[in-house]
């Protein structure tokens, strides 16, 4: 009788189903980074730490984005080198400046420092936050390599569309909630 009521679940209880965890795919380890890192990681910040971080990807990809030196330095090496380079420039940038803000008058001028928000509120952050951190970690690899994830993981991360949804959800999710700390 499980047997049954687990065939007749669906597509997302086939696709479980046909996972081989003993030689998982990129896909598997991004799905499963998408869901642990919103859940987890999301809960143990809070939703003003969560912004910032959210403001510090988009300063890196912005300067990563727009850098002259990575667009000549990236030039003059191979294709996995470039890619290599530009993730480690934006990683490091990224890091930089979250620490840099986090301990600036950016995290007292977005509310409460110490306070954690609203669950649900944590919660819409980490998602959003750990979804634009993939589609732009994804942004920068060359086209040989994202052929290698699924269609359905280029299309949810790696698609123009994709990424203009990622960038712009955050963004739109700040100006909505904006700083009230209200259930």
Do not use: E, K
Not at 58 to 79: D, E, G, H, R, W
Not at 115 to 121: E, S, T
């Amino acid at each position: 009788m499980l047997q049954t009521a687990l065939i007749d679940a669906g597509p997302a209880v086939r696709a479980i189903q046909n996972v081989n965890w003993l030689n998982p795919s990129w896909d598997l380890f991004i799905v499963l980074f998408f869901i642990v890192a919103s859940l987890i990681y999301g809960i143990s910040l809070g939703r003003d730490r969560i912004i910032v971080i959210l403001v510090s990807i988009y300063m890196a990809l912005a300067i990563v984005n727009y850098i002259p030196f990575i667009n000549a330095f990236t030039a003059n090496i191979s294709v996995n080198d470039a890619f290599a380079l530009r993730i480690s420039v934006f990683l490091g940038v990224f890091i930089l400046l979250f620490f840099f803000l986090s301990h600036s008058a950016l995290l007292r001028t977005l509310g409460h420092a110490a306070a954690q928000g609203p669950l649900w509120q944590v919660m819409i952050f980490s998602f959003l936050h750990v979804g634009l951190l993939i589609s732009v970690t994804l942004s920068f690899f060359p086209a040989n390599l994202s052929n290698v994830l699924s269609p359905i993981t280029q299309s949810f991360f790696a698609s123009d569309l994709a990424r203009a949804i990622w960038v712009s959800l955050p963004v739109l999710a700040m100006v909505i909630m904006g700083r009230n700390y209200d259930d």
